[in-house]
């Protein structure tokens, strides 16, 4: 059982926002700088969109952004397209110098 | 840009090791930490470990402890992953990824597709 909580699966159409949230269940997570988090399309490689809660790597698009309120992190897609459908990794860097990730949220484009 | 690239895929028997490479076009590689993820057929990511080729630093999930070895060549700008006592749940594709987790992991190799079959 992952220490890092996200819903099994979201859904919205084209154009509207979601957002995907990832709650720390453990005391070695909770309120960490070093959240990530990662797209993954089917039978493609994992691939970093934010990184230290709420930055972006370059080249990633200014629809994704992160934040963190307490223990929960939270990841917003805006401006909904058919190819953000994909799961989705939240990731924790814990103060015991190990890296947790959450269970993956599914994301469904209607 | 930097690229990760894995060896091929495996075939092991119960009980066998499995050796994965990971080669770096890095030319900071002494200043990397290169991490080790899993993922087994339609599961999540898993985290086994991370390695600092400059320190030789490692650290390792605990599920693995004492069966997980994650080494680097430097001269070769490469780590590598060995996992002893392969069991069938073993069965995964093991990515290496840059980094050690505090700023993201970035980039990812191809993956491995290791396979426990007798």
């Known amino acids: 059982q992952s220490a890092l909580t996200q819903p099994a699966s979201v859904s919205g159409s084209p154009g509207q926002a979601v957002t995907i949230s990832c709650s720390a269940t453990?005391?070695?997570?909770?309120?960490?700088?070093?959240v990530s988090w990662y797209q993954q399309h089917p039978g493609k490689v994992p691939k970093l969109i934010i990184f230290?809660?709420?930055s972006r790597p370059s080249g990633v698009s200014n629809r994704f952004s992160g934040s963190r309120s307490g223990d929960t992190a939270s990841l917003t897609i805006s401006g909904l397209q058919t190819v953000d459908e994909a799961d989705y990794y939240c990731?924790?860097?814990?103060?015991?110098?190990?890296?947790?990730f959450g269970g993956g949220t599914k994301l469904t484009v209607l | 840009q930097v690229y990760l690239v894995q060896s091929g895929g495996e075939v092991k028997k119960p009980g066998a090791s499995v050796k994965v490479s990971c080669k770096s076009s890095?030319?900071?590689?002494?200043?990397?930490?290169f991490t080790w993820v899993r993922q087994a057929p339609g599961q999540g990511l898993e985290w086994m470990g991370s390695?600092?080729?400059?320190?030789?630093?490692?650290h390792y999930a605990q599920k693995f402890q004492g069966r997980l070895t994650l080494t680097t060549v430097t001269s070769t700008n490469t780590a590598y992953m060995e996992l002893e006592r392969l069991q069938f749940d073993d069965t995964a594709i093991y990515y290496c990824?840059?980094?050690?987790?505090?700023?993201?992991?970035?980039?990812w190799g191809q993956g491995t597709l290791v396979t426990v079959s007798s």
């Open positions: 990824a840059r980094g050690g987790g505090l700023n993201g992991l970035d980039p």
């Open positions: 890095s030319y900071t590689f002494l200043s990397d930490s």
């Open positions: 390695v600092n080729p400059y320190s030789d630093d490692t």
């Open positions: 453990n005391s070695d997570v909770g309120g960490s700088d070093s």
């Open positions: 230290d809660v709420s």
């Open positions: 990731c924790s860097y814990t103060r015991t110098n190990t890296v947790l």
